[in-house]
């Protein structure tokens, strides 16, 4: 997830490689900023708070649901598995409150 947000390609067409290192959008656009922000969370295991989870879960299955279906950016299921990454960590991990 860390990595699909630093890297997110929908706004960077013909370009090499190198240039998606520093020009990603992550801090202007939801998807790749929530992309990161899950990715880190579950690598620090949820944060110990069930409810830091549900509200990335949520936030991240709004917009990879409306940017996937209405704005037809496709690669935003990567961030819909990530929401469910985080719902599933909220239940089962035990985190508190």
Same mark, same amino acid.
Do not use: E
């Given at each position: 997830?860390?990595? @699909?947000?630093?890297? +997110?390609?929908? @706004?960077?067409?013909?370009?090499?490689?190198?240039? +998606?290192? +520093?020009?990603?959008? %992550?801090?202007?656009?939801?998807?790749?900023?929530?992309?990161?922000?899950?990715? @880190?969370?579950?690598?620090?295991? #949820?944060?110990?708070?069930?409810?830091w989870c549900l509200v990335l879960a949520m936030m991240g299955l709004f917009y990879g649901v409306f #940017?996937?279906?209405?704005? #037809?950016?496709?690669?935003? #299921?990567?961030?819909?598995?990530?929401?469910?990454?985080?719902?599933?960590?909220?239940? %089962? %991990?035990?985190?508190?409150?």
């Amino acid at each position: 997830m860390i990595g @699909f947000g630093w890297l +997110y390609p929908h @706004f960077l067409d013909n370009t090499t490689s190198l240039v +998606y290192l +520093y020009a990603a959008p %992550t801090g202007l656009i939801p998807c790749p900023t929530l992309s990161i922000v899950i990715g @880190f969370t579950l690598i620090l295991g #949820g944060l110990g708070s069930r409810s830091w989870c549900l509200v990335l879960a949520m936030m991240g299955l709004f917009y990879g649901v409306f #940017g996937a279906a209405r704005l #037809g950016v496709r690669i935003d #299921g990567v961030l819909i598995l990530g929401a469910l990454a985080a719902a599933c960590a909220a239940v %089962t %991990t035990g985190c508190k409150q």
